[in-house]
């Protein structure tokens, strides 16, 4: 009996001494963490003012140093096919979602299109001496974003060759989301054959009114930014009247311009702006039902008119 009681006191010494050990250890854990905080609170800046701001445009922002324009795939995730059928649909639930409507389109495959390509070769074939100018040309339209890189940085070209660099995934996105959306209104209407007045300035430009701004502002670094502009036919104007230089049969400048298109032209002189028809009427048509314009938020609201982004015709 004797024996049993000592045993029990001995282990009872040894749970005192363990505890004793681990209350001790959290106290000492505890008076460390407090003498940390109170170091770190006295310290007032982990990084220079320049730093933060280059960590958080890391953190935030998809648009590398020194590029404009962001690939359609960063605007899937939000504006694409909605899984829970809650966003991008109709009162009927028919999908129309503006991804895939618009990846199915001759605008955004405007950069692969085989007649295209075939078409510039040939005036590379007939003019060889003007072959710089003429890609170009057709790349300001066909391939805008890549285009346009290639200018903000300088470069006197871009060509098709450089539409077909591996490396270069903007030219080859054709006339995408950011291609359109970016183009801002000053000139437009009175700005042709691929002269194009993008606002560079991270905005995009949209026809709605009171939209989030925070879920791109996050995840694209873009500011959707409403403006008329987008809903008029002047929207078309810089690609769709198309102006070119013309030679003679030797491949000498005449000094004169051709006409090589009007499009936007035709319109502007036709009945259709006096009805209120715009290029987006017929080409964007509206769905009948309000849409909500993004996947993802619940609290959303719908909007109208939604215009369809099949680019018909």
Not at 11 to 16: E, H, Q, R, S, T
Not at 129 to 145: D, K
């Amino acid at each position: 009996m004797k024996k049993i009681k000592k045993q029990h006191a001995a282990l009872l010494i040894v749970a005192l001494i363990i505890s004793f050990q681990l209350i001790r250890s959290a106290v000492e854990h505890y008076n460390a963490r407090r003498h940390y905080l109170s170091e770190v609170k006295n310290i007032t800046h982990f990084h220079t003012p320049k730093e933060e701001q280059t960590l958080k445009k890391l953190l935030m922002d998809p648009i590398l140093p020194g590029e404009t324009f962001l690939h359609s795939d960063n605007c899937k995730g939000c504006h694409g096919y909605d899984s829970a059928q809650y966003a991008l649909i109709t009162e009927d639930s028919v999908d129309m979602n503006l991804f895939d409507d618009w990846r199915a389109t001759m605008m955004a495959n405007s950069a692969r299109d085989p007649l295209w390509r075939a078409k510039v070769s040939h005036e590379i074939l007939v003019n060889p001496s003007h072959a710089n100018e003429l890609q170009n040309t057709c790349t300001s339209c066909h391939a805008p974003m890549g285009h346009y890189t290639s200018k903000y940085k300088g470069y006197p070209f871009y060509t098709i060759a450089d539409l077909m660099n591996p490396s270069d995934s903007l030219g080859l996105d054709g006339v995408s989301c950011v291609a359109c959306h970016m183009i801002g209104e000053p000139g437009l209407g009175s700005m042709f054959s691929g002269d194009i007045p993008y606002d560079t300035s991270h905005v995009l430009y949209g026809p709605f009114t009171g939209v989030q701004t925070g879920p791109m502002q996050l995840y694209v670094a873009m500011t959707p930014t409403w403006s008329s502009h987008v809903s008029e036919g002047k929207m078309c104007s810089s690609c769709h009247t198309l102006l070119v230089n013309s030679v003679d049969l030797a491949g000498n400048p005449t000094g004169n311009k051709f006409i090589e298109q009007a499009t936007y032209h035709e319109w502007v002189n036709s009945t259709y702006p006096g009805d209120q028809v715009v290029c987006q009427s017929c080409h964007m048509p509206q769905a009948e039902d309000s849409v909500r314009i993004a996947t993802g938020y619940f609290g959303i609201p719908k909007h109208f008119p939604f215009n369809q982004h099949v680019f018909q015709g």
